[in-house]
């Protein structure tokens, strides 16, 4: 399972029913109900076809949640996510009172001084491997010693480079402090699903990512997980 739902699940202590709402290709319907559809967007854009065939009541609280979860899986709609469907949903969100100037503010305009400090020691490190037409950008343990929201940093950075390098291929890779490296694949040409799915991950087409036990070192001039 993707995103580490699995650990969740298997920590719960009763045994309840599973409700599996997503929109991943490599979902494994894992639920007991499962609504899975590959083609949205979002998990949000998939809840709220949900809520209009069912005739759920979408109040302005709802809109505004929704349409994050839309704007956030699309990179602001700059994706290859990026759809009709999505669009039409976002359109439709919006005059249900999706707060637009409040998604702005704490969405596209929310990055702290620690995350550009992070992100400048992130693209000191970036290399790129021609062959695979590839770039791949490095993030250590010891980068967060004065970085007081790591996961805040951290976030974005993938799409960052994606949305700039002229490559087939990003991969960002990050030191976590339980001994862990975290994996996020970006592409627009390649299906990464595929490739974080046999490491252990998933996600989307263009999106996706993996956790594996190790720590980042370079060998022969390469970063290696070891």
């Known amino acids: 399972m993707y995103a580490g ?4 699940i298997e920590g719960l202590k009763e045994d309840l029913p599973i409700i599996n709402i997503d ?9 007991q109900l499962n609504l899975v559809d590959a083609e949205a967007s979002s998990t949000a854009e998939v809840v709220y ?7 759920v009541k979408i109040d302005k609280h709802i ?13 602001n709609f700059t994706n290859p996510g990026t759809t009709v469907s999505s669009m ?3 359109s439709e969100l919006i005059s249900h009172g999706a ?9 596209l305009k929310n990055k702290s001084i620690d995350a550009l400090r992070l992100w400048g020691k992130t693209l000191a490190r970036l290399e790129e491997n021609k062959e695979l037409n590839m770039a791949i950008a490095v993030i250590k343990k010891e980068d967060f010693t004065d970085i007081q929201s790591p996961g805040e940093a951290v ?8 949305a700039l390098l002229n490559v087939s291929l990003v991969l960002v890779l990050r030191e976590t ?9 970006r592409s627009t040409d390649v299906d990464v699903s595929q490739i974080a799915q046999a490491l252990g991950g998933g996600g989307h087409k263009k999106a996706a990512g993996f956790t594996i036990k190790g720590k980042l070192d370079k060998v022969d001039g390469r970063w290696q997980i070891v």
């Open 63 to 75: 809109a505004t949640a929704l349409l994050v979860g839309i704007l956030t899986d699309t990179t």
């Open 155 to 162: 976030e974005g950075v993938a799409n960052f480079l994606n």
């Open 49 to 55: 076809n949900f809520f209009s065939h069912n005739n």
């Open 177 to 185: 402090d339980d001994g862990f490296v975290k994996g996020s694949f």
């Open 5 to 8: 739902v699995h650990e969740i």
């Open 99 to 107: 707060r637009t100037n409040e998604i702005s503010k704490n969405l």
């Open 23 to 31: 929109h991943h290709a490599t979902n494994q319907n894992y639920g």
């Open 88 to 90: 039409r949903v976002a």
